[in-house]
């Protein structure tokens, strides 16, 4: 088992769920299969590459270390001629996430690791004007499955809000994960399994989901000093 460990942080990230024509909404964090649509794109692949559903086999899980806050822009759109609509979509501000990927095949870690650092087509968070904040950091662990690397794995928000919380010496962060790395009798159904990217045919099956929250230390927790040199008496 070869894992490794990207952190997804940008100004703007959506991860699109149930959408309309209308409503284009995000989830609160980085579904599998936006993660496996970045990895199709640092391999190469077409849309309809038949070798991106091989993705779904990767073991995953994400660990939400700085919840965005969500806004909404809108965009018109000429969905006819001489006609436009008003469509709304969702974007995550200012959010950090580390995700882990992992399977057995080492082999293709490291071909999806080194594509990463190398992609074929452009990377983004989601939409393609969501780009990440600079390279992309990416750290490798051998013989732990997602889960375990995410337990152990540093807290990676930004030192601004880490300081945010510095009178906590832990936090507790959400992790979500694929139902058989964690406990595989509490989990939801959602529907993130790539079938298809084809824009002719594009649709996702249903995985099962677990969630757990874990606590990780703060680097930037300061102990508040209980001592005083302040005499009332020294006055008298």
């Known amino acids: 088992m070869k894992t490794i460990t990207i952190k997804l942080t940008g100004p703007l990230q959506s991860f699109g769920n149930e959408a309309t024509f209308n409503q284009r909404t ?13 990895i199709a794109a640092a391999l190469g692949f077409q849309r309809d590459d038949e070798k991106i559903t091989d993705l779904n086999g990767l073991d995953f899980a994400v660990r939400i270390d700085q919840p965005g806050r969500v806004f909404t822009e809108f965009q018109t759109v000429e969905w006819k ?32 690791q080194f594509a990463l650092r190398h992609p074929g087509y452009q990377l983004f968070l989601g939409r393609r004007a969501n780009v ?13 499955n997602p889960v375990q690397v995410l337990k152990d794995f540093p807290w990676q928000a930004s030192r601004w809000y880490q300081k945010s919380k ?20 509490k989990y939801f159904m959602v529907k993130d399994s790539v079938g298809s990217f084809s824009q002719k045919n594009r649709f996702f099956n249903y995985r099962p ?28």
């Open 166 to 185: 510095s009178n906590k010496q832990t936090v507790k962060v959400e992790l979500l994960a694929d139902s058989k790395l964690l406990s595989g009798d």
């Open 26 to 38: 995000t989830s609160l964090h980085p579904s599998k299969s936006a993660v496996i649509g970045m």
């Open 132 to 144: 990440p904040a600079g390279v992309l950091q990416i750290e490798e662990f051998s013989g732990l």
């Open 81 to 112: 001629k001489d006609t436009r609509k008003l469509t709304y979509r969702g974007h995550i501000q200012d959010a950090v996430f580390a995700v882990a990927i992992g399977s057995d095949n080492d082999s293709l870690i490291d071909e999806i």
């Open 209 to 236: 989901v677990e969630r757990d929250m874990i606590e990780l230390t703060n680097p930037s927790y300061q102990e508040k000093d209980q001592s005083t040199d302040h005499d009332p008496f020294s006055a008298l």
